[in-house]
Each structure stands twice: as C-alpha cells, then as structure tokens.
T-cell receptor, first 115, second 113 residues
Framework: GAGVSQSPRYKVAKRGQDVALRCDPI?????LFWYQQALGQGPEFLTY????????KSGLPSDRFFAERPEGSVSTLKIQRTQQEDSAVYLC?????????????FGEGSRLTVL | GNSVTQMEGPVTLSEEAFLTINCTYT??????LFWYVQYPGEGLQLLLK?????DKGSNKGFEATYRKETTSFHLEKGSVQVSDSAVYFC????????????FGTGTSLTVIP
C-alpha cells in the first residue's frame, strides 16, 4: 500500500511476555519515528531513525524497550517483559526528509494491552 | 523545555457553528507549528502547518496563525460540518533536524446535524 503500515493492529500480552511491533514506512522515506500514545493523551516521542541509524532514543522509557531498522526500511519495536503500564497505542510515522518543515505520515497504530 | 498545551475537550458543536480550539506552546527556539487530525478509525494526518511567526496555515476551511507574541497557534473554522468530527492535535517541531515532535493531548470535536 501507499501508506505507513503497522502490525499487529491489536496485541494482548500477559505481563512478562515479550512483544514485537512492526512498521512498514512509506517506500523511500528516510526518517522513521516511534511514538507511544496513552489513552486520552497525545503521542509521546520514543525514538527516531534516519535510514538505519538510530539517532535519538531519548524517549524510550526503559531498557526493556528496543527498536531497530536494520536495512533502513522496516522497523521493529520490541518490548521485553511487558508491564501493565506499557499498555498504549504505539504509533509509527515516516517522513521523506527533514521534518522541521515537512510532515509526518502516521500509521494507524498498534494497540497493546498488557494483562 | 518544549511543550504544547491545548484546549481540553470534548467539544460538541452544531453544524455550521464557528470553531476555535486553543493551542499555546513553550519552546526554547523558533519552532514550526502544526495541527494534526485523527478521524475515527484512521491514523493521524497533517491538517495544516506554519513554519515562522505570522505565517497562516490553512486547509479544508481550517486556519491557524503562528503568533509569537502570544505563543499561540489557535485552530479556527468558520462553519463546521459533521465530517469534521475528529480528534485534533496541536504540535511543534524544533531544532536543526526537528526530529522531535511535541504533541498536545488532543481535543475531541463532535459536530451534530
């Protein structure tokens, strides 16, 4: 498809399980972002890639969160030993270049529920 | 630090009513400002943007003016439609690469016929 694709759309995990969320950005987009959106809140920045390089991971809440984009295209956000506070919608966005004056193209998100 | 504060919702309006959603920001430099919209069942999408002071962004009948003196970027529309029902997010981007967007908490708008 032409847009940003995320999978799975919904994930239910038991506390302590590991989860992996996938993002397929728009083809050719250099920049890729992950955001976390809690219920009733705005998206909170997690991490940013430019091609395969992870240039900013300052928003990752703990060392249980890990993101990669090994070939500069598809990205995976992995959460180890999930906790209930990890329940949120995880949004992926991509952009062709410098987002200061451009725009982010968002996927529909992956809703994670940790029981 | 950088932050965005926007008017809390939910907002309910009748069709053809005037809409204002307030947004103010705090930034250490000279940010770009954005409004994103999320329609039911869809991802966030850019509605409009302004990259410097006094710029006006506009799209689909919506407008917002970048006011540096009041650090505001209020969203307005003269006559809302049922199809405008959505959640609206104010956001800013700053820095040389602008790789961090700061979003407000979102304002839910429902337009009734």
């Amino acid at each position: 498809g032409a847009g940003v694709s995320q999978s799975p759309r919904y994930k239910v995990a038991k506390r302590g399980q590991d989860v992996a969320l996938r993002c397929d950005p728009i083809s050719g987009h250099v920049s890729l972002f992950w955001y976390q959106q809690a219920l009733g809140q705005g998206p909170e920045f997690l991490t940013y890639f430019q091609n395969e390089a992870q240039l900013d991971k300052s928003g990752l809440p703990s060392d249980r969160f890990f993101a990669e984009r090994p070939e500069g295209s598809v990205s995976t956000l992995k959460i180890q030993r999930t906790q209930q506070e990890d329940s949120a919608v995880y949004l992926c966005a991509s952009s062709p270049g410098n987002v200061r004056i451009g725009e982010l193209f968002f996927g529909e998100g992956s809703r994670l529920t940790v029981l | 630090g950088n932050s965005v504060t926007q008017m809390e919702g939910p907002v309910t309006l009748s069709e053809e009513a005037f809409l204002t959603i307030n947004c103010t920001y705090t930034a250490t430099g000279y940010p770009s400002l954005f409004w994103y919209v999320q329609y039911p069942g869809e991802g966030l999408q850019l509605l409009l943007k302004a990259t410097k002071a006094d710029d006006k962004g506009s799209n689909k009948g919506f407008e917002a003016t970048y006011r540096k003196e009041t650090t505001s970027f209020h969203l307005e529309k003269g006559s809302v439609q049922v199809s405008d029902s959505a959640v609206y997010f104010c956001a800013l981007s700053e820095g040389n690469t602008g790789n961090q967007f700061y979003f407000g908490t979102g304002t839910s708008l429902t337009v009734i016929p």
